[in-house]
């Protein structure tokens, strides 16, 4: 018997493996393929509705012209509706329709023939071709601005009142900053948090009362919160993002000393600086949104009432951007630019809020300023804790109150 022989049964044949994306392709093809099938063959197979047409038109915006009004509807129904009259204040008016039959999700542009009056109150009732009513209301009318260039030049300037110019007035408190000890440093920091939670829930609930008197047709409180999750997760891509710049230029030096860059929970004073500018200016996004759309139906006080209610009230973001920077040299042009990226956004918010006037855009953008907060909360809370690694102490706890209440307070003069 020879001793070098092996006993291991011989290898079996080994069966060559589909590729995944071949698997993937082949069960997508299949998914397709039914859906396509029930959508051809699924309808004739089920019994036609014994009840009536549902019929559901949403307005979305309302233009008031010299002798017309013109309503933006969308059909937010099952089945398709057609408008056969109208009626203004119970009285006939002629009405001009972009389509015949409006589809489901679709939208069209009504055209109703009737000398309003500046100031009235009008109820407009459209007679569907079943017999339906739908009814929509118009509190006061006012004549919708024309989108000029006067428009926009007044809407610029609306956004750098109540956005740029209060937040850079704000940032004037750094050399007094910078003089502070470290317990006064972790005070503002936590005055920052009092700030940006309040904003935060402002944000959510505006947003959900926007959310609530929106048409529905692509949703409604689920915007809010799509708009929360998506900032968040890409304010944490962006930090991220940042921070493996950051590593990569000083790895060498990480890498010889053992240590590591931690930029989740403890992101560099100018790191911190921009996602609080970010996440102000998303929601100052939100804030012009509602100050256009305010004047595009006159509901918007303009005077020097609104722009010092405004200038008090978004001062305080203008500190809690150079919060964290108070132990960093002052360097203009990196400040302007903060400003900026915090304060600009009113002025875009402006221009699409009185343009567009759409509750579930402006709904969804809102969320996007709260999921931007709460990311920057995140953020921050690191740099709250004390020598002996207390996030909560009086420090703290009184600069979170005090942050609340004081944009509480700058809050009961504006009004939008």
Known sequence: MATGASTEPPPRETRRRAPTWLLAGGALAIVVAALLTLALVGGDTLPERTGPPVEELAVERTQLRPGTIELTVRNVGPDAVSVAQAF??????DVRSGAASVGRLARTTLVLDYPWQEGQPYLVSLLTSTGAVIEHEIPVAVETPAADGDFFALMVLLG???GVIPIVLGMLFLPALQRASGRWIRA???????LLAFLALDGTLEGLDLAAGSSGAFGGAELVFLGI???YLALAA?????GARVARATGAHAGESGGALDGATAPSPTRLALMIAIGIGLHNLGEGLAIGSAYAVGELA???FLVVGFALHNTTEGIAIVAPLANQPARPLRLLGLGLVAGAPAIVGALIGASVDNAELSA????VGVGAIVRVIVQIAPSLRDRAGR????????????GALALYLTGLLVSV
């Not at 503002?188 to 009092?194: D, K, P």
């Not at 962006?238 to 940042?242: A, E, F, M, R």
């Not at 969804?364 to 969320?367: A, E, I, M, R, S």
């Not at 909560?392 to 600069?399: C, E, F, K, Q, R």
């Open 229 to 231: 999750a998506l900032a």
């Open 364 to 367: 969804f953008l809102l969320g």
């Open 238 to 242: 962006l930090d991220s993002w940042l």
């Open 391 to 402: 996030l909560l102490d009086p420090t703290t706890v009184g600069g979170i109150a005090a």
């Open 302 to 304: 303009l005077g020097a």
């Open 88 to 93: 203004v204040n119970d009285a006939y008016v």
């Open 160 to 162: 750098t009142y109540v």
């Open 188 to 194: 503002l920091l936590a005055l920052t948090v009092g």
